[in-house]
Nanobody, 122 residues
Framework: QVQLVESGGGLVQAGGSLRLSCAASGRTFSSYAMAWFRQAPGKEREFVAAVTYTGISTDYADSVKGRFTISRNNAKNTVFLQMNSLKPEDTAVYHC???????????????WGRGTQVTVSS
């Protein structure tokens, strides 16, 4: 069992930066792939970024590539999402997720956090 708690969201102006954190409980954190998804009002949840359990490989949605960076610290059971050059269209609730397989697909992830709100003003 893994419990995930996100933090670091907030209100920021376009062009600004935020760093999201996801703290995980459980001794098996380092064996899971981790990902960030987001859901904007009235839209379906979408993939943002993923990282393998080792932290060596990463994957990004085209919409955030070059602006966002996913990383993890297995010693501290934490995964991060550094978000730079934020745009109003990045406004959403951001969820972290853990699963046995490194993937862009939601159904590959077994555990989910409740999310943190990111709002980017123009």
């Amino acid at each position: 069992q893994v419990q995930l708690v996100e933090s670091g969201g907030g209100l920021v102006q376009a062009g600004g930066s935020l760093r999201l954190s996801c703290a995980a409980s459980g001794r098996t954190f380092s064996s899971y792939a981790m990902a960030w998804f987001r859901q904007a009002p009235g839209k379906e949840r979408e993939f943002v970024a993923a990282v393998t359990y080792t932290g060596i490989s990463t994957d990004y949605a085209d919409s955030v590539k070059g602006r966002f960076t996913i990383s993890r610290n297995n010693a501290k059971n934490t995964v991060f999402l550094q978000m730079n050059s934020l745009k109003p269209e990045d406004t959403a609730v951001y969820h972290c997720a853990a699963g046995p397989r490194y993937s862009r697909r939601e159904n590959e992830y077994r555990y989910w956090g409740r999310g943190t709100q990111v709002t980017v003003s123009s």
